[in-house]
């Protein structure tokens, strides 16, 4: 664009004495609305300023908090299982020892999000739309159910390696430093009942508190993508311990 000179109109207060009483006060009215407003734009302008720097150390926070709880987990997790295969101590699922852990995690993850600032619904935790996800999930899951019982069926059906094995084994056992261990009726019940109770706990932390956490603490339009990647690592990498199959079909 070409430029152009700017031409500056001074005019000193005190022409204003010449004027009429009446153009002097339109006069100052016009110069103190004009500055009112500016004042007002500069207030507003400072207060979201703010607001965006407080909502940052929020979030910084949050995340502080939550990475210190997620590692305190991670060493007395791994140090339970190591500790329990180093005095010989015969557990047929870690299950069984996982599932303490992580509830009393769960507790100090709620207690850390109440504290955050945030909506608890930030988290995931709502019954907005609940109905409506319990049945999806419910959906989902008797559908993969299905599937794979089909294919069991054909692979005992029709395969010669799997001769022998039942469609449905109502019975567990595992292994203890390489002695077959088997539950009782009760065990098992409680397994299962674990589980109800692990799998929920599991998402709480990982799907509802950190990757919620790095949703918001992250910037860009992967952010979204990159909050489920990093959550699952973690989520991972504490089914390590049962093998690295396992591990990497849960971090999926």
């Known amino acids: 664009f070409p430029s152009h000179d700017t031409q500056v109109l001074e005019i000193p207060l005190s022409v204003l004495s010449s004027v009429s009483h009446k153009t002097q006060l339109k006069i100052h009215q016009y110069l103190s609305q004009e500055l009112s407003q500016r004042l007002k734009t500069t207030s507003k302008l400072t207060v979201e300023a703010l607001k965006k720097q407080l909502e940052h150390l929020k979030v910084r926070l949050a995340m502080g908090s939550f990475i210190v709880y997620l590692t305190i987990l991670i060493f007395f997790y791994f140090y339970t299982i190591i500790t329990i295969d180093l005095i010989g101590l015969k557990v047929a699922s870690s299950t069984l020892i996982s599932i303490p852990i992580l509830i009393v995690f769960a507790i100090l993850m709620i207690h850390m999000m109440r504290r955050s600032g945030y909506p608890l619904k930030m988290y995931g935790l709502t019954w907005i739309n609940s109905k409506r996800a319990i049945l999806e999930s419910l959906g989902i899951t ?66 509802g508190a950190l990757q919620s956490s790095l949703q918001t603490f992250f910037l860009g339009s992967h952010r979204i993508g990159a909050a489920i990647l990093i959550s699952n690592l973690p989520f991972s990498m504490i089914h390590l311990h049962l093998s690295l199959s396992i591990a990497i079909v849960t971090g999926k």
Do not use: D, M, N
């Not at 019982?149 to 094995?165: D, S």
């Not at 039942?166 to 098992?188: D, K, M, N, T, W």
């Open 142 to 207: 008797a559908l993969v159910v299905g599937l794979l019982t089909l294919l069991k069926w054909f692979l005992v059906t029709e395969e010669p390696l799997f001769g022998g094995i039942s469609l449905f084994q109502p019975s567990y056992a595992g292994y203890s430093h390489g002695v077959r261990v088997h539950l009782s009726s009760l065990e098992i019940t409680l397994l299962i009942a674990g589980y109800c109770i692990f799998t929920p706990v599991q998402e709480l932390i990982f799907r």
